[in-house]
């Protein structure tokens, strides 16, 4: 049987067996014992207990047992699983060593990262837009800086985010106090406008019904969707926020993946920096899932409507709530941008975009609407008039291979999966091949019960 | 001239020159340009714009500028100083090298630490009092993890914390909602409990005048006076805070350094695990500043109002708004709670305890009243009717040593100094030798100096 992988929330993955996720992540039953007289978070009990991953493990783990001896393939969660280029391996191991020795040892870093690191990222990324190194934070990844820029926005402001989209947007800003109740009706959390982006607008938001928010939450090239916005969309996304007065919180994680000229960076759109942040991150980029290492860019520009910058309060709350990425993996993230480096990671991204191609050509020639691939090392799949746990249902039962249901990214997700192209070539090429069996042999089945649901 | 240290924030300390953290941290002016129509969050309105340790780098470049062939001897920040044990920097170095292969590579691992790592820390600290792994969170720090904390309470919760104390209690407290204004006549936000701890009450507050407080934030031992509380007095807090339905937070990063019985984690008293949170850390105990790696201790007993057990709350919380540490940290916390890799640590300990008798011993032989250094890498000196900051100017301008000036750590401090133990031999003893001579030489002329102001 193939190695597991699982995940505990909605937004990343583990190497445990699925059956130890839930153990430990079982609720735990209310006690008779003594309790505090401290009440528990409002904002907490609004957030929704089904977290979509441990639902998917609860699923995999039942699937097992069912049938012991199947090799399940998970293109699940976006893990990724290649090998770090040796260059960058060997630069954390020596940093590691020197901390042994008198000469090489050190303490507290610089809260805001290593300046080394932070030259070098406004070097690679941000060199045709001017950003400063002082501008860039480096950090332990894009999920934790989310929740660091919501304690730096606070619970008064008004957020809106693409529909599906990234679910730690949401769930952070729950945490934080900025939605109302969730409503079982339309998946949605009042408070909070959720702007659709499907094939139907070419995956952009009808910004003329869209109405004013404080944020905007922007992923691009988009998690799940796969799609990387154009020029001419992210002009208008830019335009709207100035015209509105908002900020938008632009997410680059997959920036790496796009092959067409799509923008890599919210700041190559002029006038972006004095209405954007951007949150980016090594994981995808350079394997450092584990690792843990991302940068979020704030510059100078940006003002409250006071007048005050935006950067003096984020680099407050990085002082206050946060002490820095490990120096360990700021040294890989050094050797990650050598030109050596940097052309190493670039062949594994490449790796990645391969297995992208061969799920979005395996899907095409079914004649289903395959989304994404391209730009981004997600393919969203369209199945219409389905539900998307029943679509999971079906392919894991008839092919030992997971899926993410779309409705875990958000109500505009309910008829779509997402398929992961992380993953070896042997159980890529052995997925397409056991879903092109599956599809071609059961075609008249397939559609018939996908449908009645 | 020494290295200098310097630190960005209250928090830690950063091994840059102090011009660069001037720079990088220098309050960008208002702009003309753009604004946008969000309103500065107000919590971070009332913050305090005066961090202690950009105040003192500062005065250090002052003083570099005054003096530029002098030999400087920081004993300010709390940031180790020793080389790791090799034992344990190996053990990072090969996790890091085996990324590089296919059997090695590790993606995600599960946000609530490595389970091996999570056992080890049960079974090394919390063994006689029986903490499950599963109630163990591994993280990348405690003043990470303070801030998490308070994304688990929300902004309804009412505080305690000691006076003197660690800033950041106070600071993610006034950050996620909790406090009402800054009164400069006091030095004290509203609606937060100060607790004074001094030698007029065995550095322990008077509970029979504390009010009650949902939560209350306890160092022992303490940062920065480094008594460690007694059995007897924390048997007391923990019932105070079972009569009181509290929840105590109860910070044990500096429990390595306890010399005498005092107790090294608060569920050494019974009745504890249905009344408190532990947080801990790698920092101070191994060596770990700079690699990142702490972690929390959530008992399944601990329930809110409601009866909801606080764990589930709190796993909710690190699945969103944190990824788990890097592995690489974790390789290496792994290694130190090895037979090997402890003993190794423990004579670092001992040389940083040895310091802090030095410093001691120095300020005692000169007739002062001096705290902490026994349980503790803190010397926490008394100069009775003095304010703290000409205390540390004074030093500074005759001795060139950096200490820090107690009342950067609220009002209970304004007549002290805490001089850090963490430190290289010679220096150390240089700096002893220099304050002696200060203080036999200019006796009469510093206490006069002193007592003025």
Same mark, same amino acid.
């Given at each position: 049987m193939y190695k597991l992988s699982a995940c505990c929330s909605m937004a990343c993955g583990i190497s445990l067996h699925p059956k130890? @996720? !839930?153990?430990? !992540?079982r609720i735990r039953k209310q006690g008779n014992g003594h309790r505090t007289n401290v009440p528990r978070n409002v904002n907490l009990e609004k957030l929704q207990n089904n977290y979509l991953f441990p639902e998917i493990s609860k699923r995999e783990v039942q699937h097992m047992d069912k049938y012991p001896n199947a090799k399940v393939i998970s293109l699940g969660i976006g893990d990724t699983t290649e090998p770090i280029p040796e260059k960058i391996s060997l630069s954390m191991a020596n940093y590691?060593?020197? !901390?042994?020795? $008198? &000469?090489?040892y050190r303490g507290y870093g610089a809260e805001q990262g290593n300046q080394a690191l932070r030259k070098a990222i406004a070097e690679t990324f941000y060199k045709d837009v001017v950003i400063k190194d002082t501008e860039v934070f480096v %950090? &332990?990844?894009s999920q934790c800086d989310i929740s660091r820029l919501q304690l730096l926005l606070g619970s008064k402001v008004t957020i809106a985010v693409q529909d599906p989209s990234f679910? $730690? =947007?949401? *769930?952070? %800003? @729950?945490i934080i106090g900025q939605a109302g109740d969730f409503q079982d009706k339309t998946g949605k959390y009042q408070n909070i406008e959720y702007m659709p982006c499907?094939?139907? +607008? +070419?995956f952009f938001p009808d910004l003329a019904t869209t109405p004013r928010t404080d944020i905007i939450f922007f992923c691009s090239p988009n998690n799940p969707t796969g799609h990387a916005a154009t020029r001419k969309q992210l002009q208008q996304l830019v335009e709207f926020a100035r015209d509105n007065g908002s900020i938008i919180i632009f997410d680059s994680a =997959? $920036?790496? =993946?796009?092959? *067409? *000229?799509?923008? /890599? %960076?919210?700041?190559?759109?002029p006038g972006a920096k004095e209405v954007a942040i951007e949150i980016s991150s090594f994981s995808k980029f350079a394997g450092f899932t584990g690792v843990r290492l991302g940068w979020t860019v704030v510059p100078e520009e940006l003002l409250f409507s006071s007048g005050f910058p935006v950067i003096n309060d984020f680099n407050r709350i990085v002082c206050t709530c946060f002490n820095g990425a490990s120096n360990i993996a700021q040294a890989g993230g050094l050797a990650c941008l050598s030109s050596e480096g940097f052309q190493a990671i670039r062949s594994v991204i490449d790796y990645y975009k391969e297995n992208a191609n061969i799920l979005v050509d395996t899907f095409a020639s079914l004649g289903l609407n395959v989304y994404g691939g391209v730009n981004a090392p997600y393919v969203w799949v369209h199945f219409p008039g389905s539900k998307s746990w029943s679509v999971f249902s079906e392919i !894991?039962? /008839?092919?030992h291979i997971i899926t993410v249901p779309g409705s875990g990214f958000g109500p505009g997700g309910a008829e779509y999966i997402r398929i992961s192209a992380f993953g070896q070539r042997d159980r890529i090429i052995e997925a397409s091949w056991r879903l092109e069996k599956l599809f071609s042999k059961e075609k008249t089945l397939f559609n018939s019960v996908w449908n009645i649901e």
């Open positions: 130890m @996720v !839930l153990a430990s !992540l590691a060593r020197a !901390l042994s020795t $008198a &000469d090489g %950090s &332990d990844g679910p $730690a =947007y949401i *769930d952070s %800003s @729950v499907g094939p139907q +607008n +070419n =997959y $920036a790496a =993946y796009i092959t *067409d *000229d799509s923008p /890599k %960076s919210i700041f190559e759109i !894991l039962e /008839k092919t």
